[in-house]
């Protein structure tokens, strides 16, 4: 019996969901994960691989049920048959080219899904939850650094973002509603990384969608080089910078927010932007990852792609003064890490 | 068998959905309607009240199912049974107070339902739908008359509206995704009146939220007075303007947009505004109403409610040139119409 409370984390197998649950083990949590497993390696009959690994790096077991959150039934037995405290919120489906191609899909998965495992929370009584949201909420930004009052759903284009954008409109409306709930939008910018210990890392499936995996995967040799969209933005060197987030500082983010939850003078809803609040171009990253892999890194600059834009970064003041969270891992670390975790795992969790 | 082709009607027991189904009728079109009579009255083992009464209207049979649209498989068994050309979706639950005290029943009935629907929808084949918005998804008008470009989605401050938004940008994401899909948003403004047979009309369980048929129960008797929220508003008389619309021409403008959906150059989606495009204030229509009753109606002023706005009205000229429909009905003939629905049925659809 652990010492804090116990938590139930949703996608609790994906990319920030395993380095998330490495965390709340480390810091005492007891932690039952749920997935639905459409995005994560087993072998056959066993749980995911990338809670396996989170095992292995901290010596405790992990409670995992393969579940889907539109499955009502099965999570209101998961919700009866432990004591559960707060929930963290990952599962979704996130790939923003499909959501365009199957909108459906994601719509029904991420906000049907979404309000199914609200209901079952409410009807249960545990209403404290972090939700896994996104800057794609703040659309094309109207002003930089973004804070936490930057308008929100106007030029979300995408299916997945609209997404982001309605569930957090749900959550606040469910607070206003019931003054019970407890609820922190954490709107990431962009998570890179692995665990140091190189066993838990992003492991995409089919061509990286995002910047850092594709430059591992040309380092490691599984792409021929990076194409690089747009050397003309208003930038320091013209291609476009983004505000990249360690996974494990991002993941501490998590339970700072549980944290600030449990305070008695919490009510409501609060978001809190994760970023370290400082960009980095196409190129810096490029750079950094030739530093920390010592690999040069082929690439080939291309015309901009639509819907792109120059510069997103945070303004993550917020979180801490609120959460007392920063950011304390650099864009060196980053590279380091990714390099680290793809190199011991060339393909993702299936590396022997 | 009738000329037309099938239209599967969502909500076809409901006020804009009952009179919708009788315009279908008479213009030769087959009717399966569905509902989940929440919000309807039947006696016991019978098809709801007021689809009996459009049967006494047009002598015409409607294929009823009691079928809630979240119930996925009884939705394909419909779809499976009956050769369907094309859905009017009209289910959805729909008072704007309630919304805000259990917006989880909203976002999961109107959101997660519509959701269903469409995937059902698409794997029959069935991908031409009208959808009855709402002229709630302009939120505060940034400009009048309002025209179809005014921005939606900004100020929807209740879960009602924003239902009616998500499920307009759901609906413009599946077009984009899928050029089969035809869709046509139909933007309400005000629906008032009854069918001039006096045998269907607005039947609101409890203290009606909409002026219309609180004026028409303070007539009748059955309310002591109306309250007047606000007379200081920049309007003529100081009272709110909106822009009622009798519901055979909003139920016409369904039949329209049907057509005009045939048109084999109609493709994605269009968003239609349905209005009059002429602005009443709360007392010009009380006065319309003593007029047309021959009933003096008592009324208090009170102060403005919280959200109200001032004024609001179409510009209804795209539904003119592009559906060649126009509201035909004035004010006179809206109240007129009430007042024969309300004498004849004092306690609605129940009444004997």
């Known amino acids: 019996m652990k010492g804090n409370s116990t938590i139930l984390v949703t996608g609790g197998a994906g990319y920030v969901g395993s380095h998330t649950v490495v965390e709340l083990l480390k810091n005492n949590y007891s932690v039952i994960a749920i997935d639905n497993m459409v995005n994560c390696y087993a072998k056959a009959n066993d749980k995911p691989e990338a809670l396996k690994r989170v095992e292995q790096i901290t010596g405790e077991t992990v409670t995992f049920y393969n579940v889907d959150i539109r499955d009502r039934d099965a999570l209101d037995r998961i919700f009866k048959a432990h004591k559960i ?5 990952f599962a979704a489906l996130k790939a923003v080219g499909e959501s365009v191609k ?26 404290k939850l972090v939700f896994s949201s996104s800057a794609t909420v703040y659309g094309t930004p109207q002003f930089l650094p973004i804070t936490e009052e930057h308008p929100t759903g106007q030029g979300c284009t995408n299916p997945y973002g609209k997404t982001k954008y309605f569930v957090e409109e749900i959550l606040k409306d469910l607070c206003t509603s019931d003054p019970e709930w407890k609820v922190i939008l954490l709107r990431y910018f962009n998570p890179v990384g692995a665990h140091e210990s190189g066993l838990i890392g992003e492991d995409p499936s089919g061509i990286p969608n995002n910047l850092m995996p594709y430059i591992a995967q040309v380092a490691v040799g599984r792409r021929d080089k990076l194409h690089v969209f747009g050397n003309d ?7 476009g910078v983004r505000d990249y987030i360690h996974i494990t500082d991002l993941a501490i983010g998590h339970l ?3 944290e600030k939850m449990m305070q008695p003078t919490f009510s409501s809803w609060t978001a809190y932007n ?11 990253v490029l750079k950094a990852f030739e530093k920390a892999s010592g690999k040069p890194i082929q690439y080939e600059l291309e015309g901009r792609r639509e819907g792109d834009i120059a510069e997103c970064y945070a303004d993550a003041s917020l ?12 864009i060196f670390l980053m590279c380091q890490d990714t390099w680290n975790w793809q190199q011991k795992n060339p393909k993702g969790f299936q590396s022997p």
């Open 85 to 89: 405290d707060s929930v963290i919120h």
């Open 102 to 127: 199957v909108p459906l899909m994601y719509y029904q998965n991420n906000i049907g899904g979404s309000g199914t495992l609200f209901e079952v929370m409410s009807k249960n009584g545990v209403k």
């Open 233 to 239: 933005y208003p930038t320091h060197d013209g291609t």
């Open 256 to 258: 700072k927010a549980l």
């Open 274 to 284: 994760l970023g370290t609040g400082r960009g980095y171009s196409v190129l810096d």
């Open 319 to 330: 979180a801490r003064t609120e959460l007392n969270w920063t950011a304390t891992r650099d």
